[in-house]
């Protein structure tokens, strides 16, 4: 079973912040929260990773409470090719357990 | 640098049938796993493979196997299909052994009549 759960669909209009949310409340001192997202027909794509800092890259922020239960990616102005189905997963660093993804929040940005 | 690689990109078998897909990794990973993504399930893990052994499985059938080669280059190969088969198989690499970011191929869409 997944250990995250995350809305199953959301709605942005273009040019505004995304903020899409995920729960992790059984999160382990070790585990890292992983952000993906799999736009139409293709293999998801890596965003962003952090452990309990707050991390930003060139396409998005993670922000992770203080307690790490959940976290908030964040797309600072979303546009029309942000559509996708977005997977928040936690994973260990230097572990090998088999990873397992949600069904993810579907993301759709309206014009 | 080339991404992951799948091959083929779409395919129609019948009941019954086997099928064999292939994954190229990125140059220098070492590690391919593989996924089966369906409407109703969502992305499931199928098994991981590093240096030719197999790390971790899924919760499939036997009808499911999987192998590396020593060039890291994967195949994953179903036996027996049934209509259920029918889905997005995605291969993903990555550098090592432990975990850390993904990266995933195109798919090979797998329809079973």
């Known amino acids: 079973d997944a250990k995250t759960t995350q809305p199953p669909s959301m709605d942005c209009a273009e040019g505004r912040a995304a903020n899409l949310p995920c729960n992790h409340s059984t999160i382990s001192g070790n585990e890292y929260v992983y952000w993906y997202r799999q736009i139409h027909s293709q293999g998801p794509q890596y965003i962003i990773h952090?452990?309990?800092n707050n991390e930003t890259n060139e396409m998005a922020s993670l922000i992770i409470t203080e307690d790490r239960k959940s976290s908030t990616l964040i797309l600072p102005h979303a546009t029309l090719r942000d559509t996708a189905v977005y997977y928040c997963i936690v994973q260990t660093q230097g572990g090998s357990e088999k990873l397992v993804f949600g069904k993810g929040t579907k993301l759709t940005v309206n014009p | 640098k080339a991404g992951v690689t799948q091959t083929p990109r779409y395919l129609i078998k019948t009941r019954g049938q086997q099928v064999t897909l292939s994954c190229s990794p990125i140059?220098?990973?070492?590690?391919v796993s593989w996924y089966q993504q369906t409407p109703g399930q969502g992305l499931q893990f199928l098994f991981e493979?590093?240096?030719?052994?197999?790390?971790n499985k899924g919760n499939f059938p036997g009808r499911f196997s999987g192998r590396q080669f020593s060039n890291s280059r994967s195949e994953m190969n179903v036996s027996t299909l049934e209509l259920g088969d029918s889905a997005l198989y995605l291969c993903?690499?990555?550098?090592?052994?432990?975990?850390?970011?993904?990266?995933f191929g195109s798919g090979t869409q797998l329809s079973v009549l």
């Open positions: 993903a690499s990555r550098q090592g052994p432990t975990n850390e970011k993904l990266f």
């Open positions: 952090g452990l309990k």
């Open positions: 140059s220098g990973h070492r590690s």
């Open positions: 493979y590093f240096s030719e052994t197999q790390r």
